[in-house]
């Protein structure tokens, strides 16, 4: 399994690298595969060859460092940047009325609250903690499976975070070095006006498609990620004590005392 996704990474790399390498070739006019597509030409709305050269070498630097599937959900992400999120106390509200639910049915019956909570429940965390709750653990051993469980779901995500942190911090990078071949391309063309053109053009191209995608998707992303997953961790905290404290039995009062604390940290 291990090799396999060994040779995924090395050969997404290769493909990574080939876009980089396509984008160097345009812009040093050594291919001119863009400029002879009629397609690409009619409808040039963007500097293909720079923007091959961020999306490669933004993808190759990551491929290095993180496996292909880390850095395909990190991807995914950047959607993120646009969806609208939940307060924290919104969350931690809604925690508090789901186990208030589930001690009310747990002091009727516990097998049959379980049971049906479980056939109503689409949370993966609520499914892991009802699971466990109906085995015979112990309160201290519930209240550690259930922390080691929330800690390696804020940990994948912080993992994600970094990718796109990587991502960021590349991008800038890759928009020098298309800037660096395209005044090469004006050195080596000065006295061709339509090659000099070309070469200024992708030379400043570059460096803002690297600056944009940096600053206006991946680390903004990241850092979102990295709240969003702080808030969710907190209010997975407050879940682990809610259950708990069905699990001790304690009253309902003293449950919703207790949680209530918790909207106002």
Do not use: C
């Not at 969806?83 to 009727?108: G, N, Y």
């Not at 429940?121 to 519930?142: G, K, P, R």
């Not at 912080?158 to 942190?165: F, M, N, P, Q, S």
């Amino acid at each position: 399994m291990h090799t396999t996704r060994s040779i995924t990474n090395i050969f997404a790399m290769i493909i990574a690298f080939a876009f980089v390498l396509f984008g160097v070739l345009e812009t040093l006019d050594i291919t001119a595969v863009v400029r002879n597509n009629e397609f690409l030409n009619t409808y040039r709305i963007m500097d293909y060859s720079s923007l091959a050269i961020i999306i490669g070498g933004v993808l190759f630097n990551s491929l290095i460092s993180f496996h292909l599937s880390d850095v395909f959900k990190a991807l995914r992400n950047t959607f993120a940047v646009f969806s609208p999120v939940e307060s924290a106390h919104k969350q931690k509200a809604q925690i508090l009325e789901t186990i208030l639910q589930w001690d009310e049915r747990f002091k009727l019956n516990k097998n049959e609250a379980i049971q049906y909570l479980l056939e109503h429940t689409q949370n993966d965390l609520h499914i892991t903690f009802l699971s466990l709750m109906s085995t015979n653990y112990s309160v201290e051993t519930f209240r550690q499976m259930a922390e080691k469980k929330i800690e390696s779901k804020y940990l994948h995500k912080i993992d994600e975070a970094e990718v796109l942190t990587t991502m960021g911090n590349s991008a800038p990078a890759f928009g020098m070095l298309g800037n660096i071949f395209g005044m090469i391309l004006m050195l080596t063309k000065f006295d061709d006006a339509a090659r000099l053109a070309t070469g200024l053009s992708t030379a400043i191209m570059t460096t803002l498609y690297g600056l944009v995608f940096a600053y206006f998707a991946f680390l903004p992303t990241a850092k979102k990620v990295k709240q969003n997953a702080l808030s969710a961790y907190h209010a997975d905290k407050m879940m682990v004590e809610g259950a708990v404290m069905i699990m001790e039995n304690k009253s309902t009062f003293y449950i919703n005392d207790r949680l209530d604390s918790f909207l106002h940290s």
